[in-house]
């Protein structure tokens, strides 16, 4: 059975359209549900047409220090997306110290993750340029070892084009040029549409 999928006006998108699905899974946005359930929504989604897919790293076994516990859940989220594309989302607000977020992040990397995101938006702080920075440094590091970029999303708490810009520089000074593309960088935030295309007609 194919699960429809929508747009933001509640249309459903045809199975044919090029367009790029993204999709929440693992027990989203707490991440606190059976592990067998987790992977087979992963996979269920993927079947039914998503190419990104938004997964929340289980701070119940991170902040408790099982981080292998931690890593099993990603890896085997990985596993299913079946070459979609997975982002784990940090919950950075939760996490609260530069510490904790840089492990976290590394952690998210070895798993497998493709992008590394600072929060749902839903139960936590939103990002924090500390948060961003912070995450960006991980990456920088990561590519100079192994020769791979990986991606960064800022999302929870974006609301004005001069926030933006805030998290643009930081990615642009730590990581460069390279990483200012939709496939290596994207700020999530409802509500930053609206005032960018104000900031924008203000403008001209």
């Given at each position: 059975?194919?699960?429809?999928?929508?747009?933001?006006?509640?249309?459903?998108?045809?199975?044919?359209?090029?367009?790029?699905?993204?999709?929440?899974?693992?027990?989203?946005?707490?991440?606190?549900?059976?592990?067998?359930?987790?992977?087979?929504?992963?996979?269920?989604?993927?079947?039914?047409?998503?190419?990104?897919?938004?997964?929340?790293?289980?701070?119940?076994?991170?902040?408790?220090?099982?981080?292998?516990?931690?890593?099993?859940?990603?890896?085997?989220?990985?596993?299913?997306?079946?070459?979609?594309?997975?982002?784990?989302?940090?919950?950075?607000?939760?996490?609260?110290?530069?510490?904790?977020?840089?492990?976290?992040?590394?952690?998210?990397?070895?798993?497998?993750?493709?992008?590394?995101?600072?929060?749902?938006?839903?139960?936590?702080?939103?990002?924090?340029?500390?948060?961003?920075?912070?995450?960006?440094?991980?990456?920088?590091?990561?590519?100079?070892?192994?020769?791979?970029?990986?991606?960064?999303?800022?999302?929870?708490?974006?609301?004005?084009?001069?926030?933006?810009v805030k998290y643009y520089c930081i990615v642009s000074e730590v990581l460069g040029k390279e990483w200012l593309t939709p496939e290596l960088f994207r700020i999530g935030a409802s509500s930053l549409v609206g005032n960018l295309e104000k900031a924008i007609k203000e403008?001209?």
């Amino acid at each position: 059975m194919r699960i429809p999928f929508t747009s933001t006006r509640g249309e459903e998108i045809p199975s044919s359209a090029s367009v790029h699905i993204a999709a929440v899974s693992g027990g989203f946005p707490a991440s606190q549900t059976f592990e067998e359930i987790k992977y087979a929504e992963t996979a269920l989604t993927v079947a039914s047409g998503a190419n990104e897919i938004d997964i929340v790293l289980n701070l119940n076994h991170f902040l408790s220090g099982d981080y292998a516990s931690a890593v099993v859940e990603i890896e085997e989220q990985k596993a299913s997306c079946r070459g979609a594309h997975l982002k784990v989302i940090l919950e950075t607000g939760a996490l609260k110290d530069a510490e904790s977020i840089r492990r976290a992040s590394i952690l998210s990397l070895f798993s497998g993750a493709d992008f590394i995101k600072t929060s749902t938006g839903k139960e936590f702080p939103g990002a924090t340029l500390e948060a961003v920075y912070t995450m960006c440094c991980v990456l920088k590091e990561y590519h100079q070892r192994y020769n791979k970029r990986m991606g960064i999303k800022v999302s929870g708490g974006v609301r004005t084009a001069e926030d933006a810009v805030k998290y643009y520089c930081i990615v642009s000074e730590v990581l460069g040029k390279e990483w200012l593309t939709p496939e290596l960088f994207r700020i999530g935030a409802s509500s930053l549409v609206g005032n960018l295309e104000k900031a924008i007609k203000e403008t001209h």
